[in-house]
């Protein structure tokens, strides 16, 4: 997971405040019971194997990007600082136990079942932002990431491609938060804005 140095960064840097380990490889860093008594501040989905992948793909009717690709073979989606970022993967399933509500929100929602309808083969979704909904969208003809609104591909912020995105935003968000994972200011905004926090576009 070298690519992810600074995501893992931020992620190693909550460990100390508590983890737990789930059966199924999903690691829960840093509780936040500010925000609800099963609360935690990131949750980490254990990587998609080759098989998975395959039948992710299928269900998609489509090729996964290889960013992407990549990144989901790392990890299945991963949450950060409470929800304020989410990186969708796929649902496995279900199941009563409580370690079956620990998985990532479904990247087959935005692709197949609610997606835009300004969108064109090009975009490929892949997760959303807790503070208002707005979602990122992968462009595969030129490998550029975008913030968009709820509902449209009309862009709000743009990255030259994955990796910077996730490298940035994590970064990002981890000065909007204190040592112990409570915002810094509470009615601030976690979505990013120009001047290199992300371009205005």
Same mark, same amino acid.
């Given at each position: ?22 059966? !199924? ?8 019971? %500010?925000? &609800?008594?099963? &609360?935690?501040? %990131? ?6 194997? !080759? ?26 989606? /991963? ?8 990186? #969708? ?10 370690? &079956?509500?620990?998985?990532? #929100? ?11 309808? !300004?969108?064109?083969?090009? %975009?490929?979704?892949?997760?959303? #932002?807790? #503070? ?20 449209? /591909? ?20 981890? @000065? ?7 915002? @810094? ?9 120009? !001047? ?6």
């Amino acid at each position: 997971m070298s690519e992810y140095k600074g995501l893992l960064k931020v992620i190693d840097a909550a460990k100390p405040l508590g983890t737990k380990a789930l059966k !199924d490889g999903t690691l829960l860093v840093a509780p936040a019971p %500010h925000v &609800a008594p099963q &609360a935690w501040l %990131h949750k980490v989905f254990p990587g998609l194997t !080759d098989a998975e992948l395959a039948r992710l793909e299928k269900m998609l009717k489509r090729e996964i990007p290889d960013d992407l690709h990549r990144f989901l073979k790392t990890m299945n989606g /991963v949450s950060l600082f409470s929800e304020s970022l989410d990186l #969708y993967g796929l649902r496995k399933g279900g199941g009563r136990g409580i370690e &079956a509500a620990w998985q990532p #929100y479904s990247i087959l929602t935005p692709n197949a079942e609610e997606r835009p309808r !300004d969108a064109g083969e090009e %975009h490929f979704f892949f997760g959303a #932002y807790g #503070y208002d909904g707005s979602g990122l969208v992968l462009d595969c003809r030129t490998l550029r990431v975008t913030r968009c609104s709820r509902g449209t /591909v009309k862009p709000l912020n743009t990255w030259e491609c994955f990796d910077v995105m996730i490298e940035k935003e994590a970064e990002r968000l981890s @000065k909007l938060f204190d040592g112990q994972g409570r915002p @810094k200011d509470p009615d601030a905004p976690t979505t990013p804005g120009p !001047d290199g926090r992300g371009r205005k576009t």
